[in-house]
């Protein structure tokens, strides 16, 4: 079974998109019952994280950090300009790691799946795909 | 096959909790032989990482460099007064994995698996599962 | 099936290492077809992401952002004087999950997999393995 496409639409330069409900209709479209879900980012300047969604706001804060930590003006020598984006990218990481019980994603309670645009706005996606438990 | 819980009880606001026997008991309960351990924190204000459990002077500069990286007064917005910790736990991240071999967790010499805890005391708990190689 | 070994020879104290075309041998050996390759380094002071690798500008920036953020001086506790190297590998993370496709690495266009040597140049090494969908 190959991997399954989620199309996200970002609409600012640093945008944290909660994806969970798609990630969600993706693992049961599957069929998945007990195992692992991996979500994969496939672009080099936006990442994955799961975090709090209840409160908009902490989205908001884990964004203002990193905007003041990875300052646009240092010698990058990337000639784009997005530099900070790559770097956050990797801080926060390219893939998340899910686990599936009983076809239900097994978040804690304010957990959520966040897409985490850093060079915004633009067309992106995620991959996902299932690995089962024994 | 469901998830294993590993509980877990900080005693400070800040401090790294090594579970890697915890989960290689885990790993032995569920009779895994090769593949994957991937170990999930259900919390939003807590990590995972793998590092160096053999000088405990590790931990240590790494839970102080983070307390100065990203401070507790800033212009946070999420009203709780605990966003330094959700930010730490997604620059950690939420999961580790871990290679499986014959049954025994496959580190480094000098690795252990740290729960994180960024706003503690607290109960805790972790979530693993095992998904196998061919 | 047990984990691939691939060694890696760094030349510097802080430098990626382009490990894509490795990965992608060791997934074709295994003969891996759908499922996800996690890619795991037993290290330390060292660890792996996934970023850009057409512009090699893109690794330097990290890491010169890397170098600045995490400083050498600072009253770390750690006697062996590497604990940068420490927190950086926490900050990238031990691990990285790729999507496999019809025995192919599924990754974005411009993106490859480095090893991250942060206490080099060393004699290192990163493990491998594959589990599959269903």
Same mark, same amino acid.
């Given at each position: 079974?190959?991997?399954?496409?989620?199309? &996200?639409?970002?609409?600012? %330069?640093? +945008?944290?998109?909660? &994806?969970?409900?798609?990630?969600?209709?993706? &693992?049961?479209? &599957? =069929?998945?019952?007990?195992?692992? @879900?991996?979500?994969?980012? *496939?672009?080099?300047?936006?990442?994955?994280?799961?975090?709090? %969604?209840?409160?908009?706001?902490?989205?908001?804060?884990?964004?203002?950090?990193?905007?003041?930590?990875? *300052?646009? %003006? #240092? *010698?990058?020598?990337?000639?784009?300009?997005?530099?900070?984006?790559?770097?956050?990218?990797?801080?926060? =990481?390219?893939?998340?790691?899910?686990?599936? +019980?009983?076809? #239900?994603?097994?978040?804690?309670? /304010?957990? =959520?799946?966040?897409? @985490? +645009? $850093?060079? =915004?706005? #633009?067309?992106?996606?995620? /991959?996902?795909? $299932?690995? *089962?438990?024994?």
């Amino acid at each position: 079974m190959g991997p399954v496409t989620i199309d &996200i639409k970002t609409s600012a %330069h640093e +945008e944290f998109v909660d &994806i969970t409900e798609q990630v969600q209709d993706a &693992i049961a479209q &599957i =069929g998945a019952v007990d195992g692992v @879900c991996t979500i994969f980012s *496939p672009h080099t300047t936006a990442g994955l994280t799961v975090n709090e %969604h209840a409160d908009p706001a902490v989205a908001h804060d884990i964004i203002s950090f990193l905007h003041d930590a990875v *300052p646009a %003006h #240092r *010698p990058w020598t990337h000639a784009e300009g997005n530099s900070p984006a790559h770097v956050k990218a990797s801080l926060l =990481g390219s893939s998340v790691a899910v686990i599936v +019980e009983r076809g #239900r994603l097994h978040l804690g309670t /304010w957990q =959520g799946i966040f897409f @985490c +645009e $850093f060079d =915004g706005p #633009r067309s992106r996606r995620v /991959w996902l795909t $299932f690995t *089962p438990s024994p």
